[in-house]
Antibody
Framework: QVRLQQWGAGLLKPSETLSLTCAVY????????WTWIRQPPGKGLEWIGE???????NYNSSLKSRVTISVDTSKNQFSLKLTSVTAADTAVYFC?????????????WGKGTTVTAS | QSVLTQPPSVSGAPGQRVTISCTGS?????????VHWYQQIPGTAPKLLIY???NRPSGVPDRFSGSKSGTSASLAITGVQAEDEADYYC????????????FGGGTKLTVL
């Protein structure tokens, strides 16, 4: 059974850098892409970006200048950094496993981390 | 403004059939890209419901089904139950945005 556990700072000041990490337990790490998705309060889902085990990335063009997704294959972990946060970046951030695409579908999700920029 | 358009809300009585539409364009669904569907209970992570237009992951009840035609896709729930009350999102790919994942705005299903 594959499980994703995510963590990171939940309260940031404007202009600070958001940093989240997601650990993958069980299953293959190298056979999938790994994604970050966020959901502002009361709103829908927004895809942030994805990475595979070799470090190949794709980012949402609207966030590309501020986003970095990285991978640590020795720990089966991947991370998200978002620089210069503003109130508009306040959201629940999810990590997820992405299968067979594009468009990839996300079949395993982390529980989400609430990030508030204030 | 979402690239994929869903109705904000739908409702149905227990046992009824409910459908949720997802309308795209020639740069996403109409270009032949698959559509996936997720169910989200408020306060929890989304759950994969339908992948690649019509496929149900293991454990998803067969009252959920998906279809796709032209620039649109639909999720149908046949015999809706109280536990199906949730938000539903469609997802596909858009070649003009260079974004691997685009979501619909979401549809709130209310079971009357």
């Amino acid at each position: 059974q594959v499980r994703l556990q995510q963590w990171g700072a939940g309260l940031l000041k404007p202009s600070e850098t958001l940093s989240l990490t997601c650990a993958v337990y069980g299953g293959s790490f190298s056979d999938y892409f790994w994604t970050w998705i966020r959901q502002p309060p009361g709103k829908g889902l927004e895809w942030i970006g994805e990475i595979n085990h070799s470090g190949s990335t794709n980012y949402n063009s609207s966030l590309k200048s501020r986003v970095t997704i990285s991978v640590d294959t020795s720990k089966n972990q991947f991370s998200l950094k978002l620089t210069s946060v503003t109130a508009a970046d306040t959201a629940v951030y999810f990590c997820a496993r992405a299968c067979s695409g594009p468009p990839y579908y996300m079949d395993v999700w982390g529980k989400g981390t609430t990030v508030t920029a204030s | 403004q979402s690239v994929l358009t869903q109705p904000p809300s739908v409702s149905g009585a227990p046992g009824q059939r409910v459908t949720i539409s997802c309308t795209g364009s020639s740069s996403n669904i109409g270009a032949g890209y698959d559509v996936h569907w997720y169910q989200q209970i408020p306060g929890t992570a989304p759950k994969l419901l339908i992948y690649s237009n019509t496929n149900r992951p293991s454990g998803v009840p067969d009252r959920f089904s998906g279809s796709k035609s032209g620039t649109s896709a639909s999720l149908a729930i046949t015999g809706v139950q109280a536990e199906d009350e949730a938000d539903y999102y469609c997802q596909s790919y858009d070649i003009s945005l260079s974004v691997s994942g685009v979501f619909g705005g979401g549809t709130k299903l209310t079971v009357l």
